[in-house]
C-alpha cells in the first residue's frame, strides 16, 4: 500500500510542477515596453538616427507613466482597504482619477517637449499618431473574445 502511495504522490508533484511551469510568468514590464517599442518604431519608419534619438526618451516616458499607474492602483487599493465594507472612500479615489488625469498630462507635455528637442515635427507627429493607432489596436484586441475578429463581431450585431 505504501509504494502505490509514493508513487501516486510523486506523480502528483511532477505534474503540478509541469502545470505551473507552463502557465508561465506574468508579463514584464520591460517586455511590454519592447513590444511597444518595436510596434511603434515600424509604423513611424523614421530614419536610425531619429530612432536612436527617441528611444531613450521614449522608454523614460513609458517608466514614468506605468509609475504613475501603480502609484494610482495603489490608492484605490488603500481607499477600499482602509475602510469596513461597503464604505469606499470615495473622495480619495476622485481626487486620485483627477491627479492621475494631471500628471499624465503632465508627463506626454514633458515628453513632447523632450522630443521636440532631439527630433523634428513631422517625426513627433508621425510618433504619437503610432501611439494612438498602437493603443486602439490594443483595446480592440483586449475587448475581442479570443479567435473572433472584428468583422465576426460586427456581422453578429446585425
Same mark, same amino acid.
Request: net charge positive; hydrophobic share 35%; no cysteine.
Given at each position: 500500500?505504501? !509504494?502505490?502511495?509514493?508513487?501516486?504522490?510523486? +506523480? +502528483?508533484?511532477?505534474?503540478?510542477?509541469?502545470?505551473?511551469? #507552463?502557465?508561465?510568468?506574468?508579463? =514584464?514590464?520591460?517586455?511590454?515596453?519592447?513590444?511597444?517599442?518595436?510596434? %511603434?518604431?515600424?509604423k513611424i519608419n523614421a530614419s536610425a538616427e531619429d530612432?536612436?534619438?527617441?528611444? !531613450?526618451?521614449?522608454? /523614460?516616458?513609458?517608466? /514614468?507613466?506605468? @509609475?504613475? +499607474?501603480?502609484?494610482?492602483?495603489?490608492?484605490?487599493? @488603500? =481607499?477600499?482597504?482602509?475602510?469596513? !465594507?461597503?464604505?469606499t472612500n470615495f473622495e480619495a479615489i476622485n481626487e486620485a482619477m483627477v491627479?492621475?488625469?494631471?500628471? @499624465? *498630462?503632465? %508627463?506626454?507635455? @514633458?515628453?513632447?517637449?523632450?522630443?521636440?528637442?532631439?527630433?523634428? *515635427? /513631422?517625426?513627433?507627429?508621425?510618433? +504619437?499618431? *503610432?501611439?494612438?493607432?498602437?493603443?486602439?489596436?490594443?483595446?480592440?484586441?483586449? *475587448? #475581442?473574445?479570443?479567435?473572433?475578429?472584428?468583422? #465576426?463581431?460586427?456581422?453578429?450585431?446585425?
Open positions: 500500500m505504501k !509504494p502505490k502511495l509514493l508513487i501516486t504522490l510523486t +506523480l +502528483l508533484f511532477f505534474f503540478g510542477t509541469l502545470t505551473a511551469q #507552463q502557465r508561465g510568468s506574468r508579463f =514584464s514590464k520591460e517586455e511590454v515596453m519592447n513590444r511597444k517599442w518595436t510596434i %511603434i518604431s515600424e530612432l536612436a534619438k527617441i528611444e !531613450p526618451i521614449f522608454r /523614460e516616458t513609458e517608466e /514614468e507613466l506605468w @509609475n504613475l +499607474l501603480a502609484k494610482n492602483r495603489e490608492v484605490y487599493r @488603500n =481607499s477600499r482597504r482602509a475602510n469596513a !465594507p461597503g464604505s491627479n492621475f488625469e494631471v500628471e @499624465n *498630462a503632465n %508627463i506626454h507635455k @514633458n515628453y513632447y517637449l523632450k522630443l521636440k528637442k532631439v527630433v523634428s *515635427a /513631422e517625426v513627433i507627429n508621425k510618433l +504619437l499618431r *503610432a501611439e494612438k493607432e498602437y493603443q486602439r489596436e490594443l483595446m480592440q484586441r483586449t *475587448a #475581442q473574445p479570443r479567435g473572433e475578429t472584428r468583422g #465576426q463581431r460586427e456581422q453578429g450585431r446585425q
